[in-house]
């Protein structure tokens, strides 16, 4: 079975490829990051009219766990922009960064209009006659650059303005989140605080380089009527990292710390170095040695080595289509853990089918009880993506399965569950335009494991205007069978533009089949209601705030919070 799926990846590798066509357009990539998420399809990104964004604008995000995921552009602000999520039951969490490819062709100036100039035949009606003086005879101008000479460019003397020449520059965020929930029945209520920061130092010292630092500090409390309070703080350092090169002066790249690794992020976070190197062409390779920080809010360090090389292919500069991959060896206490080969096809042109295709091989030996020598497909992750005039269409396949190595990184599985237990995933999407303010989306997936399958359906409506002017309600019903719970349910929101900010209002219903029980307590109603109220700033501050009252059969919960971050 693995055998037949790494095949038909590398056949399906091989057709994309072979698909290419010569793009003339020019883009430009802009970074971006989520600055807020509600309970409805939209989220709000830290990136705006200033940057170049317009309406319309794909954008795709990169979660941690490696699938993609994209919304268009339905809103811009001066330094924000409102994005609707394709997949409504995907959207990123705030902090998650994400890409957008603006044509180079949008910040072109445009050809100024000639100016209109007076009738020949005299002054203009109302104008007062004015004697002009001219001078007579040829003008002589004194050049006060006395290194020009005659044939030389105008700029020919001006110096480039290189990396280490640059003043000091410090941009990024700070960020403070508060939730609260309080539960009625048994008086249960749960806190949580969160203060962090995401720094950037350009040139910190004189030698071109920039320095991150991304760092928060955690504060959880859950209060126990009956029983011990508990109670967690921690901090922790996701980058901490000095980074120097790859930059058109520069063709070499390093970066020593902690930090997400450059050249294949899907290697994880290193505790070491790496370097890469850009060609003319486009294309780099690089390597990287170090620790790999445990996966959890402790990150700690030391246990597990790795020693990684990755090369990376693109069709030309503009990066249409590009093939990465990756080699990863890691060592646990010293011995040999894990064999694990990344490669990942990218093709995004403009007006055209997009395809992302990534997949994770593992390499087993003698000593793997469970899988035995050979190769296994660990996971793969395989999307399709289509807009026209507003339409478009979106095909998913996500396969996974549990690797074989010495790490305790996670809760222990059993040898039989390292055999045998995988979980495949495709899913549908499409979306569609029916008048200028009605849009119907639909999206259907279906999902199959060792022991069961099922799937899920939904449909939804968004129109404009309908309650009030300039805002958008959502209608959405959903069914879905899972492995422990089928549900059923449905969903009204509600947003609307409001000065420097955007209402939410949400409403759904759930009633979910708990299998397992018995027919008295097997069904479970939930309602929940629904409201934020986000400001933006001019000056690149935000503040989101929301209520949100859970009521089920015979509880009800409560819960409130806040987010502001102040961006620069």
Do not use: C
């Amino acid at each position: 079975m693995r055998a037949v799926q790494m095949l038909l990846l590398l056949v399906a590798t091989l057709l994309l490829g072979s698909a290419v066509l010569a793009q003339d357009e020019e883009f430009q990539v802009l970074n971006l990051r989520v600055s807020t998420s509600g309970r409805g399809a939209t989220l709000i990104v830290d990136r705006g009219k200033s940057d170049g964004l317009r309406p319309g604008d794909l954008v795709r995000f990169t979660p941690r766990g490696g699938r993609t995921v994209a919304g268009v552009v339905t809103r811009v602000e001066e330094r924000n922009a409102a994005v609707r999520m394709n997949d409504p039951n995907r959207i990123p969490p705030a902090g998650t960064r994400g890409e957008v490819r603006i044509p180079m062709s949008r910040f072109r100036s445009e050809t100024p209009a000639e100016a209109e100039t007076p009738a020949a035949s005299g002054p203009q009606e109302g104008a007062e006659p004015q004697d002009l003086e001219l001078p007579r005879g040829p003008v002589e101008f004194e050049n006060e650059d006395p290194d020009w000479t005659p044939g030389m460019s105008l700029l020919a003397e001006v110096g480039v303005l290189r990396p280490a020449d640059r003043a000091l520059l410090v941009t990024g965020r700070v960020y403070v989140t508060a939730d609260a929930t309080y539960a009625d029945q048994d008086g249960r209520s749960d806190t949580f605080l969160r203060v962090g920061t995401d720094l950037r130092y350009d040139n910190p010292f004189g030698r071109g380089g920039s320095l991150h630092v991304d760092a928060e500090l955690n504060e959880r409390s859950t209060n126990l009527p009956d029983q011990a309070d508990e109670g967690d703080g921690y901090g922790r350092i996701d980058r901490l990292s000095y980074a120097s090169g790859g930059t058109r002066f520069e063709r070499d790249r390093w970066e020593v710390g902690r930090f997400l690794q450059y050249g294949m992020p899907e290697f994880g976070e290193l505790d070491g170095y790496e370097w890469n190197r850009r060609f003319e062409d486009g294309t780099r390779v690089g390597v990287s040695v170090g620790y790999m920080p445990e996966p959890d809010a402790g990150h700690q360090t030391g246990e597990d080595f790795q020693l990684s090389a990755f090369y990376h292919w693109t069709l030309d500069t503009s990066e249409i289509l590009t093939v990465d991959t990756g080699f990863q060896k890691t060592l646990h206490n010293g011995n040999s853990d894990r064999d694990l080969w990344v490669s990942k096809l990218r093709y995004l042109p403009e007006d055209d089918w997009s395809y992302d295709v990534t997949t994770w091989v593992d390499f087993y030996g003698t000593h793997d009880r469970a899988k035995g020598s050979g190769v296994g497909l660990t996971r793969a992750i395989a999307s399709a993506h289509r807009s026209w005039d507003g339409n478009g269409l979106d095909v998913t396949y996500v396969h996974a399965e549990f690797p074989e190595f010495d790490r305790f990184e996670f809760l222990p599985v059993t040898l039989a569950q390292l055999a045998d237990d995988h979980d495949d995933r495709l899913s549908l999407s499409g979306w569609t335009w029916m008048t200028a303010g009605t849009r119907l989306d639909a999206r259907v997936g279906g999902w199959v494991d060792q022991d069961d399958k099922g799937g899920d359906v939904e449909l939804g409506m968004d129109v404009r205007d309908l309650l009030l002017a300039d805002s958008t309600t959502e209608f959405t019903v959903f069914v879905g069978q899972g492995k422990f719970v089928n549900q059923q349910g449905g969903r009204v929101s509600w947003e609307k533009p409001a000065k420097s900010g955007l209402w939410q209002v949400a409403y759904e219903y759930v009633l979910q089949d708990q299998k397992g029980f018995s027919e008295d307590v097997d069904d479970v109603q939930q309602h929940r209601v629904h409201l934020s109220r986000d400001w933006f700033g001019a000056t690149g501050w935000f503040l989101s705030t929301y209520a949100e009252i859970l009521f089920y059969d015979d509880e009800n919960a409560l819960s409130a919070g806040l987010h502001w971050q102040k961006s620069f």
